[in-house]
């Protein structure tokens, strides 16, 4: 796998047999207002399901009570296997929402993740 750069500064991941664009994201919050309790529990959660699943260019952000976990994934990784996991080891960190956002991103360069999350209402900075 090989990351370039296009001609708009947008990154591409160039695999054996296919190229991509962007990335996704997974996005959960907590049930009635509750908060996360233990935020490095939770991103060390995640940084463990990032390495199971060899995700690229991942990055985490953690709120009192919402977390936003951006990647890209390899083609072979099944998208439903990814959240299973996620949500089989986020139990112990706060109640959430039956409800959760599993979407693609723009890219996942930090000014682009600025500008998804502003429109989501998140301050990049504090998470």
């Given at each position: 796998?090989?990351?370039?750069?296009?001609?708009?500064?947008?990154?591409?991941?160039?695999?054996?047999?296919?190229?991509?664009?962007?990335?996704?994201?997974?996005?959960?919050?907590?049930?009635?207002?509750?908060?996360?309790?233990?935020?490095?529990?939770?991103?060390?959660?995640?940084?463990?399901?990032?390495?199971?699943?060899?995700?690229?260019?991942?990055?985490?952000?953690?709120?009192?009570?919402?977390?936003?976990?951006f990647f890209?994934?390899?083609?072979?990784?099944?998208?439903?296997e990814l959240?299973?996991?996620?949500?089989?080891?986020?139990?112990?960190?706060?109640?959430?929402?039956?409800?959760?956002?599993?979407?693609?991103?723009?890219?996942?360069?930090?000014?682009?993740?600025?500008?998804?999350?502003?429109?989501?209402?998140?301050?990049?900075?504090?998470?």
């Open positions: 796998m090989k990351i370039e750069l296009d001609s708009k500064g947008r990154k591409l991941y160039k695999f054996s047999h296919s190229v991509h664009q962007g990335g996704y994201f997974y996005c959960h919050k907590t049930e009635n207002n509750g908060t996360i309790q233990n935020k490095e529990g939770l991103r060390n959660v995640l940084k463990a399901i990032s390495i199971k699943y060899k995700l690229i260019d991942v990055t985490t952000k953690i709120y009192e009570k919402i977390f936003f976990f890209m994934m390899r083609p072979s990784v099944k998208p439903v959240i299973e996991a996620i949500h089989k080891n986020i139990d112990s960190f706060a109640k959430w929402d039956k409800d959760y956002l599993y979407n693609t991103a723009y890219d996942l360069q930090e000014v682009y993740l600025r500008k998804d999350l502003e429109k989501l209402g998140v301050d990049y900075g504090k998470g």
